[in-house]
């Protein structure tokens, strides 16, 4: 579901108090709270019951304070100026509203406190976007003496045992080489927990790839492959002297 604000905003300096004056209004909005804004008013009491909207014009009021704005996932008061709640002495309410106004000593003071407000605003309509990671290729010789992993190539000789296995990927993979080999373990499609790993043992005279495909987007993860020759592979007869 998309979610987004409208809303108007102002910063305006004033050359008689030298104060900067800051205010948002939300004009409207889908899938997020159009009452974003967390406010605090006191009640002063005098001595009749009051309500918040009400207790506004009364003598010696005091004017709402903007607190913060709010997270959609923050489990702050839903209560709105609008609230019904009576108050017959002093007291300190705290409701949502779309609307407030703040002065500031300094510029650098209220563009501060919009920048805040706008980042909390972007966040409760999911502007920000966390960039998916992307799955990587991790192939070791198990039969080398480092055992290094590699995200590149591979250095094999024929009856190596290697290990294949994609990160960050799905789960849903098949080997893909132009070589031959023998599977010793698919973790892929044991009852064990997927971890997208594989280990076989490489029976190809020549090879050049080897890799993992996801089989749900049919896309390719490869290495290269350099193969060892086996020069001394065969029969022979010779005489030692």
Known sequence: MSKNYSIDRSLTFNEETGYWTL?????????????????????????ISTT?????????EQQPHYLRTLLESESATQRLISDTTT?????????????FSKKFYTYEQATAALNAVLSVLKSNARVYTTERIKPRLVGTNLSSKEKKPSLEALYITKGDTVSLQLINGSTD???????????????????????????VTITSDHMTFIGLRDDNTQTDYRLQVSMNTTSLEG??????K
Do not use: C, H, W
């Open 87 to 99: 108050y017959d002495k002093y007291t300190l309410v705290q409701y949502r509203t779309n609307y």
């Open 23 to 47: 205010s948002i209004k939300v004009t409207d909005s889908t899938g997020v709270s159009s009452n974003p804004f967390l406010m605090e008013k006191a009640i002063l009491g005098t001595g």
């Open 235 to 240: 029969e022979a007869s010779e005489t030692i």
């Open 173 to 199: 993979t098949s080997i893909i080489t132009d070589g031959t080999f023998i599977t010793v373990s698919n973790e892929s499609t044991s009852n064990r927990r997927k971890s997208n790993s594989y280990v």
């Open 52 to 60: 918040l909207n009400s207790d506004i014009g009364l003598d010696g």
